[in-house]
């Protein structure tokens, strides 16, 4: 059997948040979860976890319950516990700076401003893991961007998300097999959205 991977979902904890902008982390792995039959059914090292095998990979799929700036407090204990090497932790999360329907990997790097990922980056103490940068935007006009990503998406953006979480999970299966893709740095993918098709 092969090691361990490590598949976290950036997102604050509770069914207010849960259609949030800043909770795309974790909307893309419970789909992930939803297509591969697995269910979060553990609580272990303040995160929620789905453990099953995909492709003949082992993997553990994790949502932080820290709320989302002390992701790291989950993350790496999780991390040390089951023996994952930096490079087999995928992070999951939304990122302001990129246009909604973008998706951009990254095998390493700074944290770029975001909490969750700071967080992670102090706990782990490396920053050598890799992230999948989900999209959403900048807030319109002079908007606090504290309040615009705890927002729920609009019925306009939703068709949108969907395709992004489709991807998405897509991704996430080439980068757990290690298609040659994604052995390039800064990769980056643009969803075509539904009213660009029409």
Request: hydrophobic content about 35%; overall charge neutral.
């Amino acid at each position: 059997m092969t090691e361990f991977s490590l598949i976290v979902g950036l997102g604050n904890p509770g069914t207010h948040y849960r259609n949030n902008r800043h909770n795309i982390g974790f909307q893309t792995i419970d789909a992930f979860a939803h297509n591969h039959q697995l269910a979060f059914t553990r609580s272990e090292s303040s995160a929620e976890t789905a453990h099953g095998t995909v492709k003949e990979y082992r993997i553990i799929l994790a949502k932080p319950q820290t709320w989302m700036n002390d992701s790291g407090k989950a993350v790496a204990p999780l991390a040390r516990f089951y023996k994952v090497a930096p490079e087999r932790i995928l992070v999951v999360y939304d990122d302001l700076d990129i246009p909604l329907g973008t998706i951009r990997f990254r095998p390493d790097g700074s944290s770029g401003g975001h909490r969750g990922v700071q967080s992670i980056i102090q706990h782990l103490g490396i920053a050598s893991f890799p992230r999948l940068r989900l999209g959403i935007d900048r807030p319109p006009g002079r908007m606090d961007p504290a309040a615009y990503v705890l927002q729920d998406y609009s019925d306009e953006e939703n068709a949108e998300v969907w395709e992004i979480q489709r991807k998405a999970c897509d991704l996430i299966s080439d980068w757990l097999v290690g298609k040659r893709s994604f052995l390039d740095s800064g990769m980056t993918w643009r969803i075509q959205s539904p009213s660009e098709n029409k």
